[in-house]
């Protein structure tokens, strides 16, 4: 009984929440809900695959989410022509000479043993690589963003399925936590954690001001998506028949098939997810993980490498956190690279996998459920309360009228609160990582 009231009833009472919210408040809304915590359950799965597997901090959830959406443009949406002639050829060709620049300063720095002569050349390569490139790729942009900017001014994607998108996102992550990796992780874990965020700034800023690759802060819309349109799926006569055989008008019922739709590709996506983390972490490459993590002196004295295995561990973590990433932009049908905000993508995850419980991955998951289930919540149940408990002083109270102004304030109160009382009654999460020898 101990198990099931630790590993299976706060799910339960988490599935209760959303039937009471889909009766009390409304269905769409529960839906709503309901695909954002199992969005929110596979970063958290990303963080702790990092975290509780090896230790590793990272602050650039925000960053590797980012480009996980960017994939979803690059790959799914549909190419503008146009922006292609006037400055496609010269932006690959400014890319295939930073390409052919990184080749080039290897190769060099490998044939030079002089250290002081290492440097020279590598810096007269780069920056004779980057003054070249610049000189194609500025007017390339220039050009490319001149193409009807209020509504092209980039050059789109490739138009392919958006399913594909998502592993695309995954790679894109992958790749940028493999720079990342490279350079921060030989550092300490607190030098880790701030150059992961600064980074993950880095990348947001890149796309709020290169207009030319996803329209910048004139965001990208209109974005194709896995499931039918409910303008479309109002014509099908199966969904005609649906509509007259239930109690619910045709433009609730459609969008409650549509974001039924995204549950059920986003429970397949979580799942298998869920089974990869759980076979990794009850194979021998996890309980090696878990014992650099405990001790990383002891591994390396056994002959690991722990630098390279840090490295794997954050490069699928990272992966991870972008599918999360693309699957949030196609749910939302629009990539905003202003609404990236360490807030939302970086501390509300952390918070996740901390009161989940960290180095379980059920633990993770449950978590992202509770966490973003209060997050949503608490204001329009923050400000009934604040209703209620106010309504003596009439509604000519300036302090009345202030708290009820001020309402959407409490879910950082309430969330808070939820932090401070599972660090204090459970300081592993509400499902601490079990003992699996």
């Known amino acids: 009984m101990t198990g099931f009231k630790r590993n299976v009833l706060p799910f339960l009472v988490f599935f209760v929440l959303i039937v009471l919210t889909g009766t ?3 269905w769409s809304l529960a839906f709503s809900i309901l695909n954002l915590c199992l969005v929110s359950a596979v970063m958290a799965l990303g963080v702790n695959i990092q975290w509780g597997y090896a230790g590793l901090v990272n602050f650039g959830v925000m960053g590797f989410t980012a480009l996980g959406g960017l994939a979803v443009v690059l790959i799914a949406a549909d190419p503008v022509a146009a922006a292609w002639q006037a400055g496609g050829p010269g932006v690959l060709l400014a890319l295939l000479v930073i390409l052919a620049t990184v080749v080039i300063t290897l190769a060099v720095r490998r044939l030079i043993r002089h250290a002081a002569l290492r440097m020279i050349a590598t810096a007269v390569l780069v920056i004779a690589g980057l003054v070249t490139a610049s000189m194609v790729f500025g007017p390339s942009t220039e050009a490319i963003e001149g193409v009807n900017p209020s509504l092209a001014g980039y050059l789109g994607g490739l138009g392919l399925p958006v399913l594909l998108s998502w592993v695309v996102g995954g790679l894109f992550a992958a790749g940028a936590a493999f720079v990342i990796g490279k350079i921060a992780l030989g550092l300490r874990a607190d030098y880790l954690a ?4 600064g980074v993950s700034e880095i990348i947001i800023a890149v796309l709020m001001n ?39 008008g045709s433009v609730e019922l459609s969008s409650l098939v549509v974001k039924g739709a995204y549950i059920g590709l986003f429970v397949v996506v979580l799942a ?7 076979t990794a972490l009850r194979a021998p490459w996890g309980r090696m993980m878990r014992a650099v993590r405990d001790n990383e002196a002891a591994a390396n004295a056994m002959g690991k490498d722990v630098k390279r295995l840090h490295l ?26 202003s609404s990236y905000q360490p807030l939302r993508f970086t501390f509300l995850i952390w918070v996740m996998v901390i009161v989940g419980g960290s180095g379980n991955n059920w633990g993770s998951t449950l978590g992202a459920f509770i966490v973003w289930f209060t997050w949503v919540e608490a204001e329009p149940v923050g ?17 009345r009228n202030h708290l009820l102004a001020n309402a ?22 509400l499902i601490p990582e079990t003992d699996r020898r």
């Open 194 to 197: 701030i150059a992961t965020l």
């Open 210 to 248: 290169e207009d030319w690759l996803a329209r910048g802060v004139k965001n990208v819309v209109g974005l194709p998506r896995p499931v039918p349109y409910e303008v479309a799926l109002r014509e099908e006569p199966w969904f005609r028949s649906l509509v007259d055989a239930l109690p619910l």
């Open 312 to 337: 794997l561990v954050f490069v699928l973590g990272s992966a991870v956190i972008g599918i999360a990433g693309a699957m949030m932009t196609t749910l939302d049908g629009q990539f905003t690279p």
């Open 383 to 399: 400000r009934m309360v604040i209703d209620h408990a106010t309504a003596w002083l009439g509604d000519d109270s300036s302090v």
């Open 24 to 26: 009390l408040q409304s």
């Open 408 to 429: 959407a304030q409490m879910r950082l109160v309430v969330m808070g609160a939820v932090l401070l009382l599972v660090l204090r009654f459970s300081p592993r999460g």
């Open 272 to 278: 298998i997810l869920l089974w990869l983390a759980e």
